[in-house]
């Protein structure tokens, strides 16, 4: 195939428009450290009242998560994760 140099035979790489923006990203890190109670969830519908910012709760989780701010409570290391509670009678 031979080029012309139409506008046709050229590929320009289309915007993702649904990208998160850097200015959002400072505010989801700021609004959480500032809210350290709340979890990914409550802050995502938390900052769209306050406008503050408009993302999904996954974009919030996966902000929060590549900073080490998803969980902001170190788990004990004393927990093995089981739990051997057994009822004495029925409800």
């Known amino acids: 195939m031979e080029t012309t140099g139409n506008l046709e035979d050229s590929y320009t790489k289309v915007p993702n428009l649904d990208a998160t923006l850097d ?3 400072d505010t989801v890190i700021v609004y959480a450290l500032e809210n350290p109670k ?3 969830h409550r802050l995502t519908y938390m900052m769209i009242d306050d406008d503050v910012a408009c993302l999904t709760p996954s974009t919030v989780y996966r902000i929060l998560s590549e900073r080490d701010l998803l969980h902001r409570y170190k788990r ?3 927990s093995p994760g089981k739990y051997d509670f057994k009822p004495d009678k029925p409800h």
């Open 76 to 78: 004990s290391d004393k």
């Open 23 to 25: 200015w959002e990203i």
């Open 38 to 40: 709340k979890g990914y």
